[in-house]
């Protein structure tokens, strides 16, 4: 019996990448043409989420402040999820509802990126995020699932949303996470050059 859900977890993750990557490609096209144009106006990147989420906002800075598969400059890119003494002090003084949204307003300026990150959508401390970002003429790049929930209906028509088409957070965190590597991977090739391996 587990070998048969370890079988339909492969299968149903293989098709919903099957799926998923024509309609996801040109979102995230337009995220890594939205992102090279911050970065190479000297702007940054900052990343929020929860749980799942808040590991991939630190997968992905971990990899463009680091590498992702070449050897090249760091990339200004900030995980919003990591500075423990902020996230607690905002949670306890105030709520943790503005646990991302000070930190927008703190760190954000005009012209740089939010990589906003909810699987349904609605995770009330990342559209408060959203909604500080757009008040400092951030551009933002929602990546959801089920829908898209209320953060699909907050970003303007300069946003990327990247909605993965699943209901099930386990198959969209899957699909964020694949997304990540395609941020990357379009990133330092839009920056510097064609794949080091071709």
């Given at each position: 019996?587990?070998?048969?859900?370890?079988?339909?977890?492969?299968?149903?993750?293989?098709?919903?990448?099957?799926?998923?990557?024509?309609?996801?490609?040109?979102?995230?096209?337009?995220?890594?043409?939205?992102?090279?144009?911050?970065?190479?106006?000297?702007?940054?990147?900052?990343?929020?989420?929860?749980?799942?989420?808040?590991?991939?906002?630190?997968?992905?800075?971990?990899?463009?402040?680091?590498?992702?598969?070449?050897?090249?400059?760091?990339?200004?890119?900030?995980?919003?999820t990591t500075d423990t003494s902020i996230?607690?002090?905002?949670?306890?003084?105030?709520?943790?509802?503005?646990?991302?949204?000070?930190?927008?307003?703190?760190?954000?300026?005009?012209?740089?990126?939010?990589?906003?990150?909810?699987?349904?959508?609605?995770?009330?401390?990342?559209?408060?995020?959203?909604?500080?970002?757009?008040?400092?003429?951030?551009?933002?790049?929602?990546?959801?699932?089920?829908?898209?929930?209320?953060?699909?209906?907050?970003?303007?028509?300069?946003?990327?949303?990247?909605?993965?088409?699943?209901?099930?957070?386990?198959?969209?965190?899957?699909?964020?996470?694949?997304?990540?590597?395609?941020?990357?991977?379009?990133?330092?090739?839009?920056?510097?050059?064609?794949?080091?391996?071709?």
């Amino acid at each position: 019996m587990i070998n048969q859900r370890i079988l339909s977890h492969f299968h149903e993750s293989a098709e919903l990448k099957i799926q998923a990557a024509s309609l996801l490609a040109r979102p995230i096209e337009q995220a890594v043409e939205l992102m090279f144009s911050a970065l190479s106006n000297g702007n940054k990147i900052l990343a929020c989420g929860n749980g799942g989420s808040a590991a991939d906002c630190q997968h992905f800075s971990a990899q463009l402040v680091g590498r992702f598969e070449r050897e090249r400059l760091p990339l200004p890119v900030m995980a919003l999820t990591t500075d423990t003494s902020i996230l607690t002090a905002i949670g306890n003084d105030y709520s943790y509802q503005e646990i991302f949204s000070k930190q927008v307003q703190a760190f954000g300026q005009s012209g740089d990126v939010l990589l906003a990150l909810s699987t349904s959508g609605n995770s009330a401390n990342v559209i408060a995020a959203i909604e500080a970002a757009l008040e400092r003429d951030m551009r933002v790049v929602v990546m959801t699932g089920k829908g898209g929930g209320a953060m699909a209906k907050l970003i303007t028509d300069a946003d990327v949303h990247i909605c993965v088409p699943h209901d099930r957070t386990v198959r969209i965190q899957e699909i964020h996470l694949l997304t990540i590597h395609c941020l990357c991977d379009g990133i330092d090739v839009a920056l510097f050059g064609g794949d080091e391996n071709d």
